[in-house]
């Protein structure tokens, strides 16, 4: 992920001599954190990228709305969590309308050994390392029960070590919600990778 955003704005919107400066200096400067937004609901590290590009074009569309002296995180926050889930729920009506062939004959193929770049994993304490590199299909199984909303707390408050008055103001949810999201999201990760350790060393050694 490029942190500061230049690169991915820059390619889809083209020089930055056309676009406001404050919208670029502020879109740099809170890029990670639209990332984690869209990451922390439609779970794809890539995906999450062309999001937040996406979200960029349009709140470009909309500068003259945008209010001075307001919060340009929660304003253009806003317009990347209505372009995930707008990703997301048109993802889920994809599957409900059924598999294409070559995806049914996908799933018969092997399953790689190699990490998933574009996965976003946990460590064993419920908590997101700085350094994205590693794939779990146990955490990515955890990760994935959760909501789409406490995925996106748990993402900003433990990756960008955000205040729950942020995370509150960003995904316009309750401050208590947001501090009992990340909470459970923590407790229920720890279990649920207990439990996968757990299986898996019974099944070493009863092999």
Known sequence: MDRSGKRHLA??????????????????????????IAAGIVRDRALADDIVQEAAIIALG????????????????????YVAFNHSRSERRRRASGMEPAAVEHLAEPVSDEPDPAALTVNARGELP???????????RALGELSQTARACLLLRTLEGLEYSEISSLLEIPEGTAMSHVHRSRQALRRKLSAAKEGAQETRHGA
């Open 11 to 36: 390619k889809r919107t083209g020089p930055e001599a056309q676009m406001p400066r404050e919208f670029t200096d502020q879109f740099r400067a809170a890029y990670r954190v639209f990332w984690l």
């Open 62 to 81: 909309k500068w003259d709305q945008f209010k001075p002296g307001t919060s340009f995180r929660a304003w253009m926050g806003q317009i990347v969590r």
């Open 130 to 140: 700085p350094d994205q590199r590693h794939f779990d299909d146990d955490v990515m």
